[in-house]
């Protein structure tokens, strides 16, 4: 048990179609991440929150919109995606780097299938 | 361009015998690295981590050893357990850049009974 839970565990959507994932941690962290991991590459950071504010876009296409309303709660919006978008999308949790503990805790991550 | 790379896709081991991972980052502004197990269906699970201004840290039956000067990692596990049995990722992080972390591809780990 990481403290870290994501939903759906599982996503299967059409290209037009528009869902939501989501992420809550019970660790009392400050810090939350998206990341996503493709077959055969190495976890690609997409968004890191800190204190609710977004530190960090890795570049990421504007079809998939994060939103943290809350240092406990973080959503990725997904719209028309494209099916190279298919991955592990999984989200972490830490404390502030501020304190200087860099160990982010990740939650069982969502299977995201585009067809 | 990979900044962390983990060369050995794959490991295989007998129980109660060492494990060893290895990991070369080339980033020079990378001073803290972590390891992290992965079982099939969960997230990453942090092992075990150590500052670029140690050589050496050692919990349990995991041990990771930090050689700046080469920009290489190595984690040792013993003895290995079946348990063990996982993909383990190395990362990095930039102080700088605090929580930003930049992981290597994976070293898939398989020990024998």
């Known amino acids: 048990e990481t403290g870290v839970t994501q939903t759906p565990r599982h996503l299967v959507m059409g290209m037009t179609n528009k869902k939501s994932l989501k992420c809550e941690q019970h660790?009392?962290?400050?810090?939350m991440y998206w990341y996503k991991q493709s077959a055969k590459k190495p976890l690609e950071l997409m968004f890191v929150?800190?204190?609710?504010?977004?530190?960090e876009n890795n570049s990421v296409p504007s079809r998939f919109s994060p939103e943290c309303p809350n240092s406990s709660h973080l959503f990725l919006h997904l719209h028309t995606l494209q099916p190279e978008d298919s991955a592990l999308y999984l989200c972490a949790s830490s404390q502030s780097p501020a304190s200087g503990s860099y160990e982010q805790y990740f939650g069982p991550g969502t299977r995201l299938t585009v067809t | 361009d990979q900044q962390v790379k983990q060369n050995s896709p794959s490991l295989s081991v007998q129980e109660g015998r060492i494990s060893i991972l290895n990991c070369d980052y080339t980033?020079?502004?990378?001073?803290?690295f972590l390891w992290y197990k992965k079982y099939p269906a969960e997230g990453p699970t942090f092992l075990i981590s150590i500052s670029s201004i140690k050589d050496k840290n050692e919990d349990g039956r995991f041990t990771v050893f930090l050689n700046k000067s080469a920009k290489h990692l190595s984690l040792h596990i013993v003895p290995s357990q079946p348990g063990d049995s996982a993909v383990y990722f190395c990362?990095?992080?930039?102080?700088?850049?605090?929580?930003?972390?930049?992981f290597g591809g994976g070293t898939r780990v398989l020990v024998k009974p």
């Open positions: 990362a990095a992080s930039e102080g700088a850049a605090g929580n930003k972390l930049t």
């Open positions: 929150y800190n204190f609710k504010e977004q530190t």
């Open positions: 980033n020079s502004m990378f001073d803290y």
């Open positions: 660790l009392g962290h400050n810090a």
